[in-house]
């Protein structure tokens, strides 16, 4: 009897305690997070997405690299996903492809097509060449395997290092918002969409989205592991006419956010409805008389060249609006990471993913809001496709419609391939006026992709949409919205206390999806829009189908497949031409001193030293540096900068063609706070012989100088 009064309290001071601990931190999860180089070839390959052919590599600024979080479920290990964040432009086709099958030699029947999610952080300033379908590699001069090979390989590498740390942990959600890091490039497309549509969503940001959602990962104890955050602003920071490879404005918060905390801390800042957002906050300008640009159609004297975006730094440099445009990314992410938590839970840990591949292409059907049916055509871009965007023009070779030499020798090779759209494709368009009409032509292989990929994860309370696209702000926000209304119907997630975030361009890149509204503006959201006019809606039908597959208890009727995409990795054409040989110059040996260091440097002055150098395109250096930056630490030469510093660039040119003579260059720009010291800078440099080909490493070492 009085036991049970003794045991009694005590039963009841353990439950609340289960129950407060439980209400505290959530469901308990397995988690892992892992990063991983992806920097490709950082020379003489054409940059990805700007699709301007003289945009090539010239050197690095700042290493770009995959970041892969793992969720799964304690009791049902099995049941999991990987979110992947890759600086890159987009996901793709070819990419996943090979991740998958790298993923599946690694650890069998663990990773597959329901539960990996590869996702750009959309940076515009990444080498190019590595994508699945013809048109993007146009200007590129085609496929190119190494660069291909390092987004693949980086890739599996960050998700073996997420998949080797798992751990029992914990997972917590906050929101906040970040003011001054986008703004929307297509206002007038924009306000097509419904006023009271557009009234809700007032709180949030208006035409952008400046709300930034936070997912924490932490280990049992509370042990830092990483964070993973969706945000949308377009990585065009940096300009056009950049050829120093980097990660943009996101590329460059993830680093900061990594260098701040230390520890292995892994910082994902994906990419979210990013389609009509900019970084360039301070808006158009006509870059010749500096007037206003047309509202509607952002012309300056009726043409499209000299309307330019304007980053906050604008009248110092790109360069420095990307570092600003990403520290205020990166500062916004640590206060909400810092900011109060909503713990992650749900049907007790469960975690679920799901994927399909549906033909757009041949004619998906799906019934209308108004209760008409209606069917998705195969690819098209429209005519206001060619005119670019305020962040920079477009397809440069193809506005400047020289008929009788085209700039691009591509273009040559696929100009006889264009197709007339057909009277069916053109009224499936309708309204948009066709240009390209890309999902017509598959010679020699397919243009863009008919085949779309429709993909969701869902742990606890929060359902993550992953877009194959570039979702625009109100587009995103109406696909949320019809997940969360459905999660809801169908009692998987309540709208209450559910959270839904929408991650893209991922898996493929299906270029835009705007709103039915913004369709009929036909800006460049609005042409580059695939599939018609109701593509978003046919992504809403196809998301709100599987929603169930979400659930506890999932349909007993496992997802089709769907119909498999082509991979054109093997049967792509490539102009690219490797590297032939490197030699010094006469009397000079590899990594030997051109142009030495002066100094003394203070704060915010540049170092800079030149040296004999090879082609970086013969060892890339992967999970390793062409540049450092070494302190003399009491008689110790340590390195305190690599290529992961914003402000120490890599800069290669080929001096000499026929020899190939090289020199690289090396400018460090000397950050506030650096300490007073010795300091000297180190090149790590491959050459190439030119028979046999065979690859040596050197180095180049500057003189010693001292910063002040
Ligand atoms: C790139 O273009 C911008 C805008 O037209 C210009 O201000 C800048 O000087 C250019 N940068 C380079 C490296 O040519
Ligand atoms: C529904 O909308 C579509 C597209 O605007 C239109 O073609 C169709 O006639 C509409 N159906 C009804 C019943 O109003
Ligand atoms: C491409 O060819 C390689 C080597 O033959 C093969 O291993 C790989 O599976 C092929 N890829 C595809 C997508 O067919
Ligand atoms: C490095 O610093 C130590 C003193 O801490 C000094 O003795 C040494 O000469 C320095 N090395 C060089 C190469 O300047």
Redesign the pocket.
């Known amino acids: 009897m009085h036991l049970i009064h003794h045991i009694l309290p005590l039963i009841c001071l353990l439950f609340l305690q289960v129950l407060s601990q439980d209400e505290a931190v959530g469901d308990k999860y397995l988690l892992g997070v892992g990063r991983a180089d992806v920097t490709g070839p950082v020379v003489e390959i054409g940059m990805m997405g700007y699709a301007d052919l003289a945009q090539k590599g010239s050197g690095l600024r700042q290493r770009i690299h995959s970041r892969a979080f793992i969720v799964a479920d304690v009791n049902s290990p099995g049941d999991r996903f990987v979110y992947v964040s890759v600086d890159v432009q987009s996901g793709d086709t070819a990419i996943r492809d090979g991740v998958l099958k790298g993923l599946e030699a690694a650890f069998p029947g663990v990773y597959g097509q329901n539960n990996v999610a590869v996702v750009g952080t959309h940076s515009h300033a990444g080498p190019g060449a590595w994508l699945n379908y013809l048109l993007p590699q146009i200007t590129t001069q085609g496929f190119g395997s190494q660069s291909y090979t390092a987004i693949v390989e980086g890739i599996v590498l960050s998700i073996k290092r997420a998949h080797t740390s798992l751990t029992p942990g914990y997972l917590s959600l906050a929101k906040g918002l970040v003011s001054d890091a986008n703004v929307n490039r297509s206002p007038y497309a924009y306000e097509a969409n419904p006023a009271e549509e557009r009234a809700e969503y007032g709180d949030v940001g208006g035409d952008v989205d400046k709300e930034m959602t936070v997912l924490s990962f932490k280990k049992e104890d509370g042990t830092p592991l990483g964070l993973l955050n969706w945000f949308p602003v377009h990585g065009t920071s940096l300009?056009?006419?950049?050829?120093l490879i980097a990660g943009d404005n996101k590329g460059y918060a993830a680093l900061q956010l990594e260098k701040d905390l230390g520890n292995g801390f892994v910082a994902g800042f994906s990419q979210a409805n990013v389609g009509d957002t900019s970084p360039n906050t301070l808006g158009p300008v006509c870059?010749d008389t500096g007037l206003e640009c047309r509202y509607e159609d952002s012309t300056c004297n009726g043409v499209s060249q000299q309307c330019?975006g304007r980053g906050p730094a604008?009248q110092i440099?790109?360069t420095e609006s990307c570092r600003i445009i990403g520290q205020t990314q990166y500062l916004g992410a640590k206060r909400i990471y810092n900011s109060a938590q909503t713990p992650v839970s749900g049907d007790g840990g469960i975690v679920r993913s799901l994927h399909t591949f549906v033909d757009f292409g041949a004619g998906y059907e799906f019934k209308l809001s108004n209760g008409s049916m209606w069917k998705t055509c195969k690819a098209a871009l429209g005519f206001s496709f060619a005119a670019g965007t305020t962040d920079w023009p477009g397809f440069a070779d193809f506005t400047q419609n020289d008929p009788g030499a085209p700039s691009n020798p591509f273009w040559l090779l696929v100009r006889d391939l264009l197709k007339t759209p057909t009277k069916e494709q053109k009224d499936c368009h309708a309204p948009k006026p066709i240009l390209l009409n890309v999902g017509e032509m598959d010679q020699p292989y397919a243009w863009t992709p008919n085949i779309v990929d429709i993909q969701m994860f869902r742990v606890g309370q929060l359902a993550i949409i992953v877009a194959p696209g570039e979702a625009t702000t109100m587009a995103g926000r109406r696909w949320k919205a019809a997940v969360a209304d459905e999660l809801d119907k169908l009692g998987i997630i309540s709208k209450e206390s559910g959270w839904t975030v929408i991650g893209g361009p991922a898996n493929s890149y299906t270029h835009y999806i705007a709103t039915p509204e913004e369709y009929a503006i036909q800006r460049y959201e609005g042409a580059s829009t695939l599939y018609g006019q109701f593509t978003l809606d046919a992504y809403i039908s196809l998301y709100k189908t599987y929603a169930p597959y979400l659930a506890a208890k999932v349909p007993s009727t496992p997802l089709p497949t769907g119909t498999k995409p082509p991979i054109n990795t093997n049967n792509s054409i490539s102009l690219i031409t490797g590297v032939v040989q490197d030699s010094p110059p006469l009397g000079k040996s590899f990594g030997s001193v051109l142009t030495d260091v002066m100094g003394p440097y203070q704060i915010g002055a540049m170092v800079k030293v030149v040296f004999v150098g090879a082609n970086p395109r013969n060892n890339l250096r992967l999970e390793g540096t062409f540049a450092a930056v070494e302190k003399n630490e009491s008689g110790t030469w340590a390195r305190v900068r690599d290529d992961t510093d914003w402000n120490l660039v890599y800069e290669w040119k080929r001096t000499e063609e026929l020899t190939g003579q090289s020199k690289v260059t090396i400018t460090w720009t000397v950050e506030s706070g650096t300490p007073a010291g010795q300091y000297r800078i180190r090149y790590y440099g491959d050459s190439k012989a030119l028979f046999g080909g065979k690859i040596t490493a050197f180095e180049g070492v500057s003189g010693v100088f001292n910063v002040v």
Do not use: A
């Not at 300009?239 to 050829?243: I, L, P, V």
């Open positions: 300009y056009g006419n950049n050829t870059q330019r604008f440099s790109d």
